[in-house]
């Protein structure tokens, strides 16, 4: 049993890196220290535990979480600093190695946190509990807000795509999930204290299902029968896996919303062999396409690699004009960074650090142009938007069904409430528009 009295009174800060996978987890990581009777500090205020939950999809991710570890030592003398996370699984020893780390956890100790942290005292040296590969098995459920209007429900953890560039399988282990009555369950209790709109995360949840005999499909039905919840929104799901059946349901659906996030990560089908990706861009583009045609105001995000290896200019071009092609919202573009152990450092060709950064810009201004033109097409519409709340004296935002977001003059009543808005026109710096709404 662990003795909870030492922890009464303590202070916990915490410092997340990376994905809403992260963000989710820490915040239920939160709630365990919460419920054992530590309290978050508060601004200015030393803390007694030091949380950094870290990422390492990138290696400027890496040197990120590094110095947040550096940051947080310096700002809470004596604190004891846990790390977790990808970096943490990753590269238990060289994270152990950093001044003021007391221990660090893998993937399959981080829901175990409590244990880890033994009577507070500082230790030496820092200690690092990692599990093998072979090892990570456990799903540990979340559902959590945090600071944050939304809530985000883990549905699936880990991954059995080994793409190329990527070392997202060796930190988080083999595909896994909860089952579809559990998930229900927290969708439930997130409608019973009070959340409107869930966000679907995992690391391939489209994958839902393996460990339990279910499929994604199911979980999406299921959940949109949970009352009180009004929105659901899926973060990202690889188009081989988004099937018709899941994009004509989310059109009749109650409560998914027209919104998709699909990884798209090159636009040419030569580079997409060297990633090892599981599909092409005729297929990526034909589920563009029926989701247009069932949908056709549906927000459609994709994720964009710029640079890998084996990317030649002609390639690029390809890609370019293939993206250019699709009607598709906004580009989320990533730079590719070479990854200690991964098959992409056997290939031939690397792509300069200046011509990486010259084809994300290119890339870059496309997908401003593509979201600018999407937006303005919905000027002049009155549409429901649930606003989050803001600091007094600045505007609220909230986001339509299609994740439009919309700028409304503040007014503390309306956080988490939703508002039917008539858009006007482009904020000041473009990044949304203005809502006219009757109160």
Not at 65 to 87: D, M, N, S, W
Not at 183 to 209: P, S
Not at 309 to 317: I, L, M, S, V
Request: charged share 25%.
């Amino acid at each position: 049993m662990i003795d909870t009295n030492i922890f009464q009174d303590k202070t916990v800060v915490y410092y997340t890196l990376g994905c809403k996978l992260n963000f989710s987890e820490t915040s239920t990581i939160g709630k365990i220290l919460q419920e054992a009777g530590v309290r978050t500090a508060r601004k200015g205020e030393k803390a007694d535990i030091c949380v950094v939950n870290t990422c390492s999809v990138t290696e400027v991710a890496d040197k990120k979480c590094r110095q947040a570890i550096h940051k947080l030592v310096k700002e809470h003398p004596g604190a004891f600093v846990v790390v977790t996370g990808c970096y943490a699984q990753l590269k238990p020893d060289t994270v152990a190695k950093i001044e003021g780390v007391d221990v660090v956890l893998g993937a399959e100790q981080k829901s175990d946190l409590l244990q880890y942290l033994g009577d507070l005292q500082k230790h030496k040296t820092g200690e690092a509990y990692t599990s093998a590969l072979k090892d990570i098995r456990s799903f540990a459920p979340s559902c959590s807000r945090g600071d944050r209007t939304r809530f985000f429900l883990k549905v699936q953890d880990g991954c059995d795509y080994y793409c190329s560039y990527c070392t997202i399988p060796l930190a988080r282990g083999r595909s896994r999930n909860g089952n579809v009555a559990s998930m229900v369950a927290q969708a439930r209790q997130a409608a019973a204290e009070g959340g409107k709109e869930i966000v679907l995360t995992g690391v391939n949840i489209g994958d839902f299902g393996k460990s339990t005999g279910e499929t994604f499909f199911d979980l999406v039905k299921a959940l949109d029968e949970v009352e009180g919840i009004e929105r659901y929104r899926i973060s990202s799901i690889e188009p081989n896996l988004l099937t018709d059946e899941i994009i004509e349901f989310v059109s009749q659906s109650k409560r998914f919303m027209p919104h998709f996030h699909i990884p798209l990560q090159s636009g040419s089908d030569e580079v997409l062999k060297l990633m090892r990706r599981r599909y092409d861009t005729a297929l990526f583009a034909s589920k563009v396409k029926k989701i247009k045609e069932v949908m056709p105001d549906c927000f459609i995000g994709v994720d964009v690699i710029v640079g890998t290896r084996g990317e030649t200019d002609d390639y690029f071009e390809h890609a370019y004009e293939f993206i250019k092609s699709l009607d598709v919202t906004q580009l989320h573009v990533f730079s590719y960074s070479e990854r200690p152990g991964t098959q992409a450092l056997k290939i031939e060709h690397e792509v300069t650090p200046a011509e990486k950064h010259h084809r994300s810009q290119r890339l870059l201004e496309l997908s401003e142009e593509k979201t600018r033109a999407f937006y303005a097409r919905h000027i002049g519409q009155t549409m429901p938007v649930l606003l989050e709340r803001s600091k007094p004296g600045t505007p609220m935002h909230g986001f339509t069904p299609n994740y439009v977001r919309v700028e409304v003059p503040h007014d503390d009543a309306l956080d988490n409430e939703i508002v039917w808005a008539r858009l006007e026109n482009f904020n000041e710096d473009g990044t949304a528009l203005t809502g006219n709404y009757n109160s």
